[in-house]
């Protein structure tokens, strides 16, 4: 929802850009995936780039589509010109690169940086996956993702491009509207692994010592705690606990059961982003009066995907006899 004032079609427009860019007309065309422009001819953005690709030896490695199927990291490019390429995406990759190489989130600075780079790599994949088909053997079924899904990601897409001008955030449970955590991992130096949720739109990530969990819901999951579960950002976790932590911010913003009402608007040389209220989907009314933004969390839901993330079993997270939630933050808490 965007209420835009000061509308001029003749300025170079960061919102423009943005409603070009989610247009399902632009995305089946196979046009820029953050201009709608023409993109330039040769591989285009690599979703996970190439610095990365280096650094964790993903050349081979390959990530699991929404259908069920692989994709080589190396494989994963979108349609971009070479303003965007060249521009406010590769100044996003050198912040990140930086802060990967620290292995820590310090200032504001750095969460949005982070926050612009998750944003990024999850529009990708999902504008990949538009043009990729559901079933190899039936192309009847069409595309894994619908070019007009793409639409869902506008704030995503919006928050990725504040990077092209200076932006100012108005958020009503954080600095920023959007949910970051992040963790001191101790593993391996090149230890990587990725996980989605697209309904609930998070995406998180383990690089080397450092380990992101972003969720694209206005911040609401701080609403519950600004640390994350069981306030926890910025402790050392080992990589199967960051598994952990990752699987459980990936079942809440899928329960998530509300969103944010936005008043944006944009000058020559400014972006506001300004968060009003949040707006619930369903009139769900708690125990205590107030309307449920979370519908009730899930300990199935739960330990069916922390045993996807971590590789282990779901007896680690659940007692199926008793039924009762388990964690393997105990020596944390
Ligand atoms: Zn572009």
């Not at 940086?113 to 998750?118: D, G, I, P």
């Not at 919006?158 to 949910?179: E, I, N, W």
């Not at 306030?231 to 976790?237: A, D, P, S, W």
């Amino acid at each position: 929802m965007f209420e835009v004032k000061g509308f001029d079609p003749h300025n170079d427009y960061v919102m423009i850009k943005v409603e070009r860019a989610v247009d399902g007309d632009n995305i089946r065309a196979r046009r820029c995936f953050v201009c709608g422009d023409q993109p330039t001819t040769g591989v285009g953005e690599h979703v996970f780039p190439k610095w990365l690709q280096t650094r964790f030896g993903l050349f081979d490695e390959r990530l699991t589509l929404i259908n069920g199927t692989f994709i080589p990291y190396r494989s994963l490019t979108v349609p971009c010109c070479a303003e965007c390429n060249t521009g406010f995406l590769s100044r996003i990759e050198t912040e990140v690169q930086e802060i990967v190489e620290r292995g820590s989130v310090e200032t504001s600075a750095d969460r949005l940086s982070v926050a612009r780079w998750m944003a990024k790599i999850l529009v990708g994949i999902l504008v990949k996956e538009t043009a990729l088909l559901l079933d190899r053997k039936d192309p009847t079924l069409g595309n894994i993702v619908t070019a007009d899904f793409i639409s869902e990601l506008v704030h995503c897409q919006l928050l990725l491009q504040s990077a092209r001008k200076p932006a100012r955030f108005g958020a009503l449970h954080g600095t920023f509207p959007f949910t970051l955590y992040w963790y001191r991992i101790d593993g391996l130096e090149n230890g990587f692994d990725l996980s989605t949720d697209i309904v609930g739109q998070s995406i998180a990530m383990r690089v080397g010592k450092l380990g992101l969990a972003f969720v694209n819901d206005g911040g609401l999951q701080m609403i519950h705690g600004e640390k994350g579960p069981y306030g926890l950002e910025g402790v050392t976790v080992l990589p199967h606990q960051f598994g952990e932590l990752a699987a459980r911010v990936h079942t809440k913003a899928s329960l998530r059961d509300a969103t944010h009402f936005y008043l944006n608007s944009e000058t020559p040389t400014h972006l506001t982003i300004e968060q009003q209220d949040v707006r619930p989907f369903t009139s769900t009314t708690l125990a205590g009066g107030e309307m449920q933004v979370f519908q009730p969390w899930d300990s199935w839901k739960f330990s069916v995907r922390a045993a996807q993330v971590t590789r282990l079993e779901e007896s680690v997270f659940m007692d199926t006899i008793t039924g009762r939630e388990m964690t393997t933050l105990t020596n944390l808490l």
